[in-house]
């Protein structure tokens, strides 16, 4: 077999004997290398297996790798690693991926299947990267943010007063302090503070409201204004939706559920296509209207002026960075708040023109 590796096109290939995903491979000096080691580089020409991804399965078949020829299989990587069994240990406790070394040693010295000291090489990164993962988390952790993690099964939460090689110590809510072994530990995050948020406690407090802001972008086929509803499976052609019963018969558009009927029409059909920017004046002031829910009559609109928001009493909203750790409330991206529907005094809306999307379906 000829084998292409690719990343974002091909295929998994399965094991005949055990369904599990195959993996390529080749002979180095130092043994047999899989393709789920991260410096896996063979070369154009060069001749190799396919291994099963049960390292206990003994299936093994030749192939030879080769570099987009066109009668060669594609193999994914990415499908592939995505089936793989042992590809979460980034996200368990140190002592759970040793287990796992130690069990992979003893069958690899009994039995010495060329395989494993593959996988061997990726349990000892991956635990080496569970360790600098864990520093990490204690180095964020020392700006004096409160933390929680699971050491095993029991979950903990307070803060970290210091860490040595193999421990850290922990001062729970309750004062007590625990000596916490770092190769216990795993689900470690950070409880980042939020900026203070006012109560909207008396506004609509006896009302449950569920807003859906969905998608406002439109396109304009013979004069008339349709909600665009993606592309449709292969492309080619724009799905237009509707909830007028005139203007779906207009258009000839197919009834998908009663009151709501949807159609299919090709790029040279559509004469613009736009993001629609609704506005309302509440008060004296334009706000851009974000959603409105009819039957608690209640509008959600925002704004990026201070000033008006000042005036309407409005609350901020922030923009929410993150990392592997947790997320926390950064730069104040507008100012938004729930108003009563009767109290717009005018609305308007915009078009924002933008090219037909080409790449999503």
Not at 259 to 281: L, M, N, P, S, T
Request: charge should be negative.
């Amino acid at each position: 077999m000829l084998l292409h590796i690719a990343d974002e096109t091909g295929e998994v290939l399965y094991c005949p004997k055990c369904d599990r995903e195959l993996w390529p491979a080749y002979w180095t000096g130092e043994g047999l290398k899989v393709g789920f080691e991260s410096d896996f580089e063979p070369e154009d020409g060069q001749a190799g297996l396919l291994v099963c991804g049960d390292l206990n399965c003994t299936h093994e078949e030749p192939i030879t790798f080769v570099q987009g020829q066109d009668d060669a299989v594609i193999w994914n990587y990415e499908d592939t690693y995505m089936q793989f069994d042992d590809n979460d240990v980034l996200h368990c406790p140190q002592t759970w991926i040793q287990e796992v070394i130690d069990q992979v040693e003893r069958v690899f010295a009994r039995t010495g299947r060329a395989k494993l000291r593959s996988a061997l090489a990726l349990y000892r990164e991956q635990l080496a990267e569970r360790q600098q993962k864990i520093e990490r988390w204690l180095a964020r952790a020392a700006n004096g943010y409160p933390v929680r993690f699971q050491a095993e099964e029991e979950e903990l939460c307070g803060q970290i007063l210091g860490s040595h090689a193999e421990v850290v110590v922990l001062q729970m809510p309750d004062g007590q302090v625990r000596m916490v072994p770092k190769n216990l530990i795993w689900r470690e995050m950070i409880d980042y503070p939020c900026k203070e948020r006012r109560s909207r406690k008396g506004r609509f407090e006896d009302e449950l409201i569920g807003f859906s802001c969905g998608d406002r972008r439109h396109f304009v086929v013979g004069g008339h204004h349709l909600r665009y509803g993606g592309r449709t499976e292969f492309g080619g052609f724009y799905k237009g939706r509707c909830w007028d019963p005139v203007l779906a018969a207009e258009l000839q558009l197919r009834e998908v559920e009663p009151g709501y009927w949807e159609g299919a029409f090709q790029a040279e059909e559509i004469e613009r296509f736009y993001h629609r920017r609704d506005y309302v004046k509440i008060r004296g002031y334009w706000l851009e209207e974000v959603s409105r829910e009819e039957e608690h009559r209640v509008v959600w609109a925002r704004t990026k002026d201070l000033a008006v928001a000042t005036e309407l009493d409005m609350e901020p909203l922030y923009a929410r960075n993150g990392d592997e750790f947790g997320s926390w409330d950064g730069d104040i991206l507008c100012y938004d708040e729930y108003f009563s529907i009767d109290e717009i005094e005018e609305s308007r809306w915009e078009e924002e023109l933008q090219p037909l999307p080409t790449d999503e379906w």
